[in-house]
């Protein structure tokens, strides 16, 4: 039997055992995927290994870790430097980013959405402007402090700070800040973001399964607008292609791991 994992710290509330037991369950494999309360990131490779496993998820606060802990880097991790996703091929471990073309697949419906705005400057935030780049979307930053820019400026994004940001008009705005997520505030100034909402098509919100001030406020604006659990979903459907060698579609793979929603 093939044993995977989450590995995070907190972990108790991560669904990505129930989405891939789900999937697992539902496509007769001899396998299992469970969780893992991992405090210290440094010994990501040796928990891997000595729990025999044959891949894991990784989540906050060890994507950065689980980065460092691979034998080789595919895609588009190896210019985010955040990993969420490893497997084991001929004893080695390949590292994977599926946080960045899970969020794409989420919005394909904003995809004519040329203008981006990104609120926050954490790791969600790097793997979504890294892979919006590559699929020649104009992307700029916008974060509450200057500490976490100098990823973005390295990497050619415009990027402000609360302090210096000069308003332009973006089709998309997306919320990566964990502002909403256990209280009501919003990401940023509340009469900014109407002046970014009054010229905007799009809004997206990361945090999922719940509707944040920012999303309520997009809808007030009548924009088209989600919350973060396609994102969530899609970035299990291909991290489960990885884990099964691509043995089953992502449309395959999608159908019975949305049950577990
Ligand atoms: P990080 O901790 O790496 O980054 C958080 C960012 O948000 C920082 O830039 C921080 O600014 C900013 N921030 C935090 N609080 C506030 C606030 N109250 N007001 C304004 N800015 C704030 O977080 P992650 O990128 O790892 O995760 C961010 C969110 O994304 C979380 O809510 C998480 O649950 C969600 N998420 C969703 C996923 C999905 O599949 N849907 C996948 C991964 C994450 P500063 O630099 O100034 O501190």
């Avoid at 994977?96 to 794409?104: E, I, S």
């Avoid at 009548?222 to 973060?228: F, M, Q, T």
Wanted: include cysteine; charged fraction near 25%; glycine fraction near 6%.
């Amino acid at each position: 039997m093939k044993l995977f994992a989450i590995f995070g710290d907190p972990v108790s509330h991560s669904i990505s055992p129930l989405m891939h037991n789900t999937a697992i369950k539902n496509l007769f494999l001899d396998a299992c995927y469970t969780r893992y309360l991992l405090k210290n990131g440094d010994i990501l490779r040796e928990k891997f290994l000595t729990l025999k496993l044959s891949g894991v998820n990784v989540t906050v606060p060890h994507k950065e870790a689980a980065f460092r802990a691979c034998d080789e880097i595919r895609g588009v991790a190896s210019k985010i430097k955040a990993v969420n996703t490893i497997i084991k091929e001929n004893d080695r471990l390949i590292g994977y980013n599926t946080d960045a073309p899970g969020f794409y697949e989420a919005i394909k419906e904003f995809k004519d959405a040329k203008r981006v705005l990104i609120l926050g400057a954490g790791g969600t935030a790097k793997a979504i402007s890294i892979y919006l780049k590559e699929k020649n979307h104009s992307v700029n930053i916008l974060n509450r402090s200057q500490k976490r820019l100098s990823f973005f400026e390295e990497n050619g994004f415009i990027s402000y700070s609360w302090d210096n940001f000069k308003i332009s008009s973006y089709d998309l705005v997306i919320n990566t800040t964990s502002a909403g997520l256990s209280d009501q505030s919003l990401p940023v100034d509340e009469a900014l973001l109407d002046k970014l909402f009054v010229s905007a098509k799009y809004a997206v919100d990361v945090i999922y399964n719940k509707n944040t001030p920012f999303l309520q406020k997009a809808s007030d604006f009548g924009l088209k607008y989600k919350d973060g659990k396609d994102m969530l979903l899609y970035q299990g459907v291909i991290a489960f292609e990885y884990f099964f060698n691509h043995k089953f579609s992502q449309k395959t793979i999608l159908k019975e791991m949305k049950k577990a929603f």
